[in-house]
């Protein structure tokens, strides 16, 4: 079994921004597996079927980014899972748009819905899909910038960015270990 745990914040003010990248690559792939976002859980909506044989829960804290560990660990006791059952899909200013980054183990990076799950799961090593979001304009607070959605000049990169995530959610719940699922997507 698998979880897919793509991080946000809960709400239609939210549902385009930067922020919320973990979100729209769940939608991405609950639209291409045909699933649907029709449960609730654990401070959380989830979506689940199987890829391949194997079965998989798309899972989007409902707890806003800050506190985004409060529902992952619960998921993590339910089904007896480990830190290599699981990938957390999120936002990365230290990335161009469009760039995603797997990684096994890091820091929290200053991302706090990162700092959150770190704390409720006690580990800094679980599998990471950072996905690319850009740095702020000049004289833009990080805030306003994770908080506002993509400009029209690098939508196509992002969309490219939400595809290429989905593909490598989707070959590592098809059997690929993560390192072999970094090497294919880093």
Known sequence: MKLVIGLGNPGAKYRETK?????????????????AFNKSKFDSVYAEGRIGTEKVLLIKPQT??????????????????????IVVIYDD??????????RTKGGAGGHNGIKSIIQHIGTK???RIRVGVG????????ISHVLNGFDKSVHEEMLAAVKQSADAVKYWSEGQTFQDTMTKYN
């Open 64 to 85: 806003f980014m800050n506190d985004s560990g409060r529902s992952v660990r619960p998921w993590m006791d339910y089904y007896e899972l480990t830190e290599e059952d």
């Open 125 to 127: 090593t679980f599998n």
């Open 135 to 142: 740095r702020p304009y000049e004289g833009q607070s990080v």
């Open 93 to 102: 200013m230290d990335l161009p748009t469009g760039k995603i980054r797997l």
């Open 19 to 35: 922020h919320n990248i973990g979100f729209i690559v769940l939608d991405e792939l609950a639209f291409q597996l045909g699933w």
